[in-house]
């Protein structure tokens, strides 16, 4: 079975450009999440999609967004970027909202910011 | 305002002893607990987790314990192996908020053989 599959894997973008990043979840789960994660420090929640809606927002700027397709797929967005904006960002997804059994973690997309 | 804290960036510790990584948290509300384990290039896995209204679980060789009180709670790894060697995060998650994890900075371990 395909665990959470993420692309890119790696990418270079320069200052001021546009990112796209992409997520399938396990087959099967409704919940996407994703996760920016800055070297050194632990993951930080950016958005949770269920069920193609949006049910939760971190502290992100509004250059970030993101949407779930209805074969619960989730595409991350981030306009104008900033050199801040480099860090590995995770998707996570589970069969529901919520769970007490932790999520399932795609191994990221490295964004570069140059 | 970190409401996660992992305050031993790393750990070091002989293969078959224990291992313990201790997690501190702030928020009230938060009513689970989870430990993920992470290796390079590879996104973060499920360990553990542990409800507010308990104060231990255990799952083969990994314990964990919960202190409401203190707001602390503790990974206890018996016995360590090599391939425990990983970095450990400490996650909380509200209950009006489930689906947003809370996450410390993390906790380098390394079992030696």
């Known amino acids: 079975d395909a665990g959470v599959t993420q692309s890119p894997t790696h990418l270079i973008k320069t200052r001021g450009q546009h990112v796209t990043l992409r997520c399938s979840p396990i087959?099967?789960?409704?919940?996407v999440s994703w996760y920016q994660q800055v070297l050194g420090q632990g993951p930080q929640f950016i958005f949770q999609?269920?069920?193609?809606?949006?049910?939760g927002r971190g502290n992100f700027p509004d250059r970030f967004s993101a949407r779930q397709f209805p074969n619960y797929s989730s595409e991350l967005n981030v306009n104008a970027l900033l050199l801040g904006d480099s860090a590995l960002y995770l998707c996570?997804?589970?069969?529901?909202?919520?769970?007490?059994?932790?999520?399932?973690f795609g191994s990221g997309t490295r964004l570069t910011v140059v | 305002d970190q409401q996660v804290k992992q305050n031993s960036p790393s750990l070091s510790v002989q293969e078959g002893r224990i291992s313990i990584l201790n997690c501190d948290y702030t928020?009230?509300?938060?009513?689970?607990f989870l430990w993920y384990k992470k290796y390079p290039a590879e996104g973060p896995t499920f360990l553990i987790s542990?409800?507010?209204?308990?104060d231990k679980n255990e799952d083969g060789r990994f314990t964990v314990f919960l202190n409401k009180s203190a707001k602390h709670l503790s990974l206890h790894i018996v016995p360590s192996q090599p391939g425990d060697s990983a970095v450990y995060f400490c996650?909380?998650?509200?209950?009006?908020?489930?689906?947003?994890?809370?996450f410390g900075d993390g906790t380098t371990l390394t079992v030696k053989p």
């Open positions: 996570a997804s589970s069969l529901a909202g919520s769970t007490n059994y932790g999520y399932t």
């Open positions: 087959s099967g789960h409704k919940s």
């Open positions: 999609y269920y069920e193609k809606e949006e049910r």
């Open positions: 928020n009230s509300m938060f009513d689970y």
């Open positions: 542990i409800s507010s209204i308990k």
């Open positions: 996650a909380a998650r509200e209950n009006t908020n489930a689906g947003k994890s809370t």
